[in-house]
């Protein structure tokens, strides 16, 4: 049984700066809100929501994404949703008991899109809805009093904007996506990110506040880091103590002494090491949750 986390996403959650590459990073799939047919999408361009640049991002994302026309049907509910939200008597919990006189609409398109348009799940896999908010202010503006189903957003959030917010200048949006997406592909990265999450998990059984979470996080981060520098370190020396019998052996065969004598046995155990020992072997323990940012700031550099 596969354990996913999907983060929901609003309408218009496709024109901020740098749209789903953090988000891309930290969840399995992207629950993503799309023109239905070919009137909304004429609808969409009039209203300004930029339907095109919307399938850029949905061509990258690729079978990450998981698109879910906005239609009339679900455009309805959510006009009863936001008009009852806004009176501040729907659904208490979900909506956090919002501002009575400020309740933001792409807040509820993401709610919405987390419980009742929440796509089919397929067999064997057990998915964790959160909205993805694109900033902490908005999401602390909309909520005011944390449900636990809220502390796992919250947490989600804080974490998201502390740890993966890659930055590329001089890089366009779609670019730094189509790099985050390849991160994301990699088994071994969403090996790290399932370890990832089953600290933050620990973090909300715990009840450790937000701070204290990122607190601790930096400082496994800065042990991780050290133990990777370790490991590379080893790496190359394993490496000098293969490649330098070889070097001998080539530079020695115009001088009668035989290559074989003198260390083919080398260039194989070189050639051996280039295809199966390249990587350095981690033993990173209680830190290795924080592989996964790890490989984020190689990637990107810091957040």
């Not at 049907?73 to 909506?95: C, I, Q, V, W």
């Not at 919250?154 to 502390?162: D, E, F, G, N, P």
Request: aromatic share 10%.
């Amino acid at each position: 049984m596969s354990r996913q986390r999907w983060g929901t996403f609003s309408v218009v959650d496709h024109q901020r700066p740098r749209a789903f590459v953090a988000e891309v990073l930290l969840y399995d799939k992207l629950i993503i809100p799309t023109p239905s047919d070919p009137a909304d999408r004429a609808r969409w361009r009039e209203i300004g929501r930029d339907p095109d640049r919307l399938d850029r991002s949905l061509d990258i994302l690729g079978k990450t994404a998981i698109r879910v026309p906005w239609d009339e049907p679900k455009r309805e509910t959510f006009k009863t949703r936001f008009a009852s939200a806004r009176a501040a008597t729907f659904d208490a919990g979900n909506l956090a008991q919002a501002r009575q006189t400020k309740v933001d609409p792409l807040y509820v398109t993401r709610m919405l899109l987390a419980k009742d348009f929440l796509p089919e799940m397929s067999k064997g896999v057990i998915a964790w809805p959160i909205a993805a908010y694109s900033s902490c202010k908005d999401y602390r503006e909309d909520v005011a009093r944390q449900s636990p189903e809220e502390r796992k957003q919250s947490l989600a959030m804080v974490l998201t904007h502390r740890f993966f917010v890659p930055e590329e200048p001089g890089k366009s949006d779609e670019e730094v996506l189509r790099k985050a997406v390849q991160l994301a592909k990699r088994d071994d990265f969403q090996e790290k990110r399932a370890k990832f999450h089953e600290w933050q998990e620990a973090i909300i059984r715990d009840g450790i506040p937000d701070a204290k979470a990122v607190e601790e996080m930096e400082e496994y981060l800065e042990h991780f880091d050290a133990i990777a520098k370790k490991a590379k370190a080893n790496v190359y020396w394993r490496w000098a103590f293969m490649a330098i019998p070889a070097l001998v052996a080539t530079a020695t065969a115009g001088l009668g002494v035989p290559l074989v004598a003198a260390g083919a046995t080398g260039l194989i155990s070189v050639a051996a090491f280039a295809k199966f020992d390249s990587k350095p072997e981690i033993e990173a323990g209680r830190y290795e949750s924080a592989a996964m940012i790890h490989d984020v700031e190689r990637t990107f550099g810091p957040a």
